[in-house]
């Protein structure tokens, strides 16, 4: 009799210790999905994403784009980063996107968390590429050029640029990023040949500030005022007053 109470005891022991485990791991797995839940900023999406909250609300984490690139440069996060948990992303200086003209990720996507609308992957905005101009080895004062020949947008979103130097009769060939056309795809940071990737792509929202609406920048105005003052306008004509008037003697206004 004894025994029997004791195993009984014993049981009931085990499955409340159990109980008690489940719901610890699972209290910690709720709060590990929740905090990477939250919007990631700094990762890089596929091609045709959403803005991060709206990107979050509809992706399913089905993994169909990750299958559908032939590249291999799309990757699930894994739980534990700091990237949200079975969401897609990609790292440049790994495997860039490299700009499938018929986008299989965004075909892929059952739910539109990947624009549908998108069908010219050159207006993908994956991120955006900005220069370490005192690693870049163009800015130091050597011929590379690298990232401008590797761009898929060249001539748009980089473009080699003329500078001169301060204390040398040769200039420098520098190249610039151009934000309205930049794509994010990231062969550019790939192919850079420094240690460490002179360019690099984030997300556009880290690096580019906003004006403000209360500024108002009066030149870009469409206006009679305004297009006077533009190069090769023809200036406006003010009647002259009549030559030689002793306005002061006569009480005349000028």
């Not at 590249?71 to 499938?100: E, H, Q």
């Not at 050029?145 to 001539?155: G, I, L, N, S």
């Not at 500030?209 to 030149?219: A, K, P, T």
């Not at 200036?235 to 009549?242: E, G």
């Amino acid at each position: 009799m004894r025994d029997t109470k004791t195993s009984r005891r014993e049981f009931l022991g085990k499955l409340a210790q159990g109980t008690a485990l489940a719901a610890t791991g699972g209290f910690v797995w709720s709060y590990l999905l929740a905090s990477q839940a939250r919007a990631a900023p700094f990762a890089l999406r596929p091609p045709g994403a959403l803005p991060e909250t709206d990107y979050h609300a509809k992706c399913i984490k089905c993994g169909q784009c990750v299958r559908a690139c032939p590249f291999d440069t799309l990757k699930l996060a894994a739980a534990g980063a700091t990237i949200p948990i079975g969401t897609p992303y990609f790292i440049p200086r790994a495997v860039p996107c490299y700009m499938c003209p018929d986008i299989p990720c965004k075909v892929a996507c059952p739910t539109g968390a990947l624009d549908p609308k998108l069908s010219d992957i050159a207006q993908a905005r994956m991120g955006l590429a900005v220069i370490d101009s005192e690693n870049c080895l163009s800015w130091r004062g050597l011929r590379c050029e690298v990232c401008y020949r590797v761009c898929p947008v060249k001539d748009k979103a980089i473009t080699v640029e003329h500078h001169p130097r301060r204390v040398s009769k040769h200039a420098m060939f520098v190249p610039i990023v151009h934000s309205d056309h930049c794509t994010g795809c990231g062969v550019c940071e790939k192919s850079c040949p420094t240690q460490a990737a002179a360019i690099r792509v984030v997300q556009p929202s880290l690096v580019q500030g906003r004006i403000g609406e209360h500024y108002r920048l009066g030149w870009t105005v469409e206006s009679p005022i305004t297009q006077e003052f533009r190069p090769g306008a023809t200036p406006r004509k003010v009647p002259a007053k009549p030559g030689g008037l002793d306005y002061l003697n006569k009480g005349g206004e000028l």
